[in-house]
């Protein structure tokens, strides 16, 4: 749990059930229906040793399960050193809201693993992971059916493939054991586009909020992406993905990056590429040639800027900076960026706020494509793309037939390609961002005891919940 959280006074835990409360007391919801829906169904907690370079080291994990209306419970697991139960309640139960919001038919889950990643070797990560899956799946915590993890913090596609195969092994008879986890590299099972999807998403959903003319003006903000000037915390797998798209294909100018080292700054707007590569060979920002360098990064969250990213941890912005931010729209790439008390603050001084709940959701919409997939046990796009093509080239033919003219190539080349799995995953992501970002909009404005986008998002989330709860009863 991070400092800003805890001199707050509220728990991470806390600080999201009382967003989520906000929502409740509009929607003037029955407290049992609201307890039940804020209560964490099972928490599991699983300390175990590995011998580690000759000694044995012990390790504690677990895996919160806040939802099972919908199965399998769905969301990432973390490794870092901030992991404790609190922190994975509140974002199992942040996975809860956000699969509602997006309409992702799955419960909430999170899982963590008190480690620092960086301290070992990839022999030793994998020996640790395969242990924490073998606990997990022992204990109904691991199943395609019930309970399904992903990346988040400090793991990725390699940490995936293990738990999968940990899977396979103490289960070979499930057909659909590939489905047991997603985030997994494609050669074993993963789909196309899941790495960047969770960036992906933040792109497709602020392309989608500047398509309102009215949103964007009272925001204070006018235009479209082109030529916006953007501050990003955080250069991770969300962060660098967010920011190369939006500097690459909307021309938004990303004038900071903040990392833990520091700041590095530009006007012009920084090549995130190069920023990327420069991280990945230092470790950090400081260095790097084609921009401004400062070791103040938490000042850099104060910058003046259109909009404010933050893509790393949660409660960066609390109480004790949220009157200085300066950014006229704030997009939560992160799980739990903004605490409770820093919500208020923001909403009074007029900060649009596009929630994490909402906005990042494209890392579990996109493993619910990879989900189906591994279910499905075919890749998309395998059966009709040939199809697609060859009725493209038809549909070529006639329109030169009876035009009695030739079709210029570029046009051409679109209408003879069929389309394959990144593009099918693309298109079903911008769907699912757009129509939820109007659903939420829609939301706000329709009722006028919502004032942002959170309330509306989370009203959304639980009146898809409360009526599941209710049609089904309690058991
Ligand atoms: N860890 C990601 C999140 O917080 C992805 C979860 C998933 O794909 O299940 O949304």
């Known amino acids: 749990m991070s400092d800003a959280i805890k001199t707050s006074g509220l728990s991470f835990r806390q600080s999201v059930d009382h967003m989520v409360d906000r929502a409740i007391q509009i929607m003037k919801l029955d407290t049992g229906v609201a307890n039940a829906m804020k209560a964490c169904t099972s928490v599991l907690q699983v300390t175990f040793p590995v011998e580690i370079r000759g000694k044995i080291e012990v390790f ?17 697991i973390r ?5 404790d139960q609190m922190e994975v309640e509140a974002l199992a139960a942040l996975m809860t809201y956000k699969c509602a919001i997006v309409d992702v038919p799955f419960g909430g889950s999170k899982g963590g693993l008190f480690i620092d990643p960086g301290k070992y070797s990839r022999d030793e990560m994998q020996r640790i992971t395969r242990r924490f899956a073998r606990e997990l799946a022992e204990k109904g915590f691991l199943n395609p059916a019930t309970n399904v993890p992903a990346p988040d913090m400090g793991t990725g596609q390699r940490e995936m493939a293990w738990i999968a195969d940990t899977y396979k092994h103490l289960n070979p008879n499930d057909i659909n054991y590939i489905a047991c986890v997603t985030g997994k590299p494609v050669a074993h099972g993963g789909i196309r586009g899941r790495t960047e999807a969770t960036g992906r998403g933040v792109q497709y959903a602020l392309r989608e909020f500047f398509r309102h003319p009215d949103e964007v003006k009272a925001a204070g903000l006018d235009g ?3 030529g916006k000037r953007i501050v990003i915390q955080g250069l991770g797998n969300v962060g660098y993905h967010v920011a190369k798209f939006l500097s690459e294909e909307d021309e938004a100018k990303i004038i900071a990056i903040i990392e833990h080292d520091g700041v590095i700054m530009n006007e012009d707007g920084i090549q995130v590429q190069q920023a990327y590569y420069h991280k990945s060979e230092t470790g950090g920002l400081k260095g790097f040639a084609g921009a401004k ?3 103040a990064g938490d000042k850099a969250l104060e910058m003046e800027c259109d909009i404010l990213i933050p893509a790393a941890l949660e409660g960066v912005i609390h109480k004790g900076n949220a009157g200085n931010i300066k950014a006229k729209l704030i997009a939560e790439a992160a799980n739990g960026p903004v605490t409770f008390g820093a919500d208020a603050i923001l909403r009074k001084k ?11 959701a494209g890392g579990v919409i996109v493993s619910y494509f990879e989900w189906i997939r591994n279910l499905t046990h075919i890749r998309f796009g395998r059966l009709q793309r040939r199809f697609d093509e060859a009725r493209g080239q038809h549909i070529v033919t006639a329109l030169e037939m009876l035009g009695n003219t030739t079709i210029p190539d570029w046009i051409r080349n679109e209408l003879v390609r069929g389309a394959d799995e990144f593009d099918l995953v693309r298109s079903g992501l911008d769907d699912s961002m757009r129509l ?7 939301q706000r404005n329709r009722n006028s005891d919502i004032d942002d986008y959170r309330t509306a998002a989370y009203v959304i989330a639980l009146t898809k919940l409360s009526r599941s709860y209710l049609d089904l009863g309690v058991y």
């Not at 007029?350 to 990042?360: F, K, R």
């Not at 939820?436 to 829609?442: A, F, G, L």
């Open 60 to 76: 504690t994990g677990w895996r919160a399960v806040h939802s099972i209306h919908r199965l399998p419970s769905k969301g990432g």
């Open 79 to 83: 490794y870092a050193t901030s992991v």
């Open 224 to 226: 479209g992406l082109a």
């Open 293 to 295: 360098y400062s070791p």
């Open 350 to 360: 007029g900060v649009a706020i596009l929630p994490d709940a909402y906005l990042n």
């Open 436 to 442: 939820s970002m109007q659903e939420i909009i829609e």
